[in-house]
């Protein structure tokens, strides 16, 4: 796994997280090939978190680019209507839309390494069961706050 601070101590650090803990000492066991997936989905994981904080160029103050588009007049009077067609609008409509293609590009090159490794796709019973999982326990961890 790649360590980003690059240091011994980093690697030695104690996670404060016991359910982390313990899944990351199960991953430890399983063979070599289990191990490069879950290093790439976390990989997957965590550059999607980083694109998250993905800046705009106004935010950063460089130069602005002025566009011309064309909508049929619905579109463009529902979009008015809508608050959507303010530069900021915009700004942030096609931001999102960039972060979330460079997520999806990201997700994309890792899949031919996961289906490399072996691993067999989930059936959407098995995804539907994970993701109700998840969505109990932030739940439960929501209630205990």
């Known amino acids: ?6 240091t011994d101590a980093a690697a030695k ?11 990351f000492q199960e991953v430890e066991q399983l063979p070599d090939d289990d191990k490069v997936v879950v290093k790439k989905l976390l990989d997957a994981f965590l550059a999607k978190k980083a694109l998250a904080g993905f800046d705009t160029p106004s935010e ?10 064309e909508l049929t007049d619905a579109t463009a009077q529902a979009a008015q209507a809508a608050g ?24 994309l090159s890792v899949a031919d390494e ?5 691993v067999a796709p989930m059936s959407m ?3 539907t069961a994970e993701v109700k999982a998840v969505r109990e326990e932030r739940r439960q961890r929501a209630d205990r706050h």
């Open 1 to 6: 796994m790649k360590c980003h601070r690059g």
């Open 13 to 23: 650090a104690k996670l404060e997280d016991r359910e982390l803990q313990k899944q």
């Open 60 to 69: 950063k103050g460089n130069a602005m680019t002025k566009i011309q588009i």
């Open 84 to 107: 959507l067609l303010t530069p900021q609008a915009l700004e942030r409509l096609l931001s999102n839309a960039l972060r979330k293609q460079q997520a999806a590009d990201y997700l």
């Open 114 to 118: 996961v289906a490399a490794a072996g």
């Open 125 to 127: 019973e098995e995804i």
